[in-house]
């Protein structure tokens, strides 16, 4: 309210300061604070209601969260080298996007069928290997003189050779001398040639290396397919009939408690305890009880591995 006063200066009065009320004035009179209509404040006119703000400030932290995680950086990743590969005309930057592949999901069963006994697979191996350098050191004392030239001159070679060689082809025969078969058993058995010896040395090597290691490691793979066969029905079987929380039976709840359908609902919802890990992770550690801050010491240490007994 602008008032002219005498001198002809103006004066602001303030209209939300409280009213001046004389002893003479009636109490109809008064103006209560509540018949005082304040304007809003540019704060409460951009953001609107308490609840609204509440509501964009959850969708803020969502897309945050979702920026944030590693699967968002996979993703731009994956379109960032596409869109090179337009632009610069270069097809190497298509190689990247194809290990979209691996997350399928009959990939990823057989990717974890291999690396469920990566560890025996490995072990197969390295045994086929030494094996493979002892069949190379007695090839190169006993028969080293049919052996291809080039091939088994010394150790290093004798073994690369028995590797890479016998390996990708039909064995020992792919390194050795065309063989010259004799007309009766006598020679077969102890003419110079030493046929008899040959041939053990061949069909021994093509048995073992060629047939049991290949059948070894393919039985591994097949007997970890088996696993996680098991595995997840161990861990359906698991949910159904135990307490993700407290790990209590069905039986013993249905027959103490108010029914493990109702307990996993009620009293035990994971989500409840999902959405309370949440909130301590968006919390700050100042606010956080002692309680609060203890779980999240043991959700997510400083040092060592996480822990989920509290």
Known sequence: ?????????????DVFAPTKVHSTSVVSDMVTPAEVVKPKSKTTMFWGSESRRLAINHKLRL???????????????????????????????????????????????????????????IQTLLLGLLVMYLWSIMGLWWLSDF???????????????????????DGLSDLMLPPVFAHNIVDFTVAEGAMLLRAVWDLCFQFLFLYVLIAIITGIVIDAFGGLRDKKDAEEEDIKTN????????????????????????????????????????????????????????????RGSSSYRW
């Open 1 to 13: 309210v602008v008032l002219e006063k005498e001198g002809g200066d103006e004066e602001v009065e």
């Open 63 to 121: 897309i945050k969260i979702v920026i944030s995680s590693p699967w968002c950086g996979y993703e731009f990743l994956m379109l960032f080298t596409a869109v090179l590969a337009v632009v610069l005309q270069e097809s190497t930057f298509t190689v990247l996007p194809l290990f979209e592949i691996c997350f399928w999901k009959g990939s990823k069963t057989v990717i974890d069928a291999v690396w469920f006994n990566l560890g025996k697979m």
């Open 147 to 169: 052996h291809q030239e080039e091939h088994c001159n010394n150790m290093l070679q004798c073994f690369m050779s028995y590797f890479y060689r016998s390996m990708r082809g």
């Open 243 to 302: 307490c993700f929380v407290c790990n209590l039976g069905r039986f013993t709840l249905d027959q103490k408690g108010i029914g493990f359908d109702r307990h996993i609902v009620i009293e035990h919802n994971p989500r409840y305890y999902l959405f309370f890990l949440l909130g301590l992770k968006q919390k700050s550690r100042a606010n956080l009880t002692s309680q609060e801050t203890y779980v999240l010491d043991q959700v997510w240490p400083e």
